[in-house]
């Protein structure tokens, strides 16, 4: 049984880590960077 997940635009997964305390720094090419505190992460599209 397959699992079906829903298609996210980038904007819309940058909304949902931001419900959860995580803040857009920059953007270099397709590379969303997030930080929440002392963490980070990278969003590729």
């Given amino acids: 049984m397959a699992s079906i997940l829903p ?3 980038g904007r819309e997964v940058v909304a949902v880590f931001e ?3 995580w803040q857009f720094i920059r953007q270099s090419a397709s590379h969303m960077i997030m930080v929440k505190k002392g963490e980070m992460a990278t969003l590729y599209q």
Avoid: D, I, Q
């Fill in 7 to 9: 298609v996210l635009s």
């Fill in 19 to 21: 419900k959860f305390g």
